[in-house]
């Protein structure tokens, strides 16, 4: 069974930290490219951030700078984090196995004061 953990997420006031994490089981971590998605209230789910096989890594402008994403492939776990936080940023984060069916439940993100 495939099981996408999502872990991490909070309430953080603007400016603020978070670290994202993704546990997978019931895959082979290291054959998938990994991608962070959020979707906001009444949006439609936005691709955030993606790290290939390899280790190479493409972000949405919106992210860019202040987003990171990474794997350690002997913990089966991607990440996110998460720097200098807005208020647009407030949304239910979600990863996928790139080009998979396979999702994680979601973590929601709060930046708020």
């Known amino acids: 069974q495939v099981q996408l953990v999502e872990s991490g997420g909070g309430l953080v006031q603007p400016g603020g930290s978070l670290r994202l994490s993704c546990a997978a089981s019931?895959?082979?971590?290291?054959?998938?490219?990994m991608g962070w998605y959020r979707q906001a209230p009444g949006k439609q789910r936005e691709l955030v951030a993606s790290?290939?096989?390899?280790?190479?890594?493409q972000y949405a402008d919106s992210v860019k700078d202040r987003f990171t994403i990474f794997r350690d492939n002997a913990k089966a776990t991607v990440y996110l984090q998460m720097n200098s936080l807005k208020p647009e940023d407030t949304a239910t984060y979600y990863c996928?196995?790139?080009?998979?069916?396979?999702w994680g439940q979601g973590t929601q993100v709060t930046v708020s004061s």
């Open positions: 019931g895959i082979i971590f290291s054959l998938y490219g």
């Open positions: 996928n196995a790139l080009g998979s069916i396979f």
């Open positions: 790290i290939t096989i390899a280790g190479n890594t």
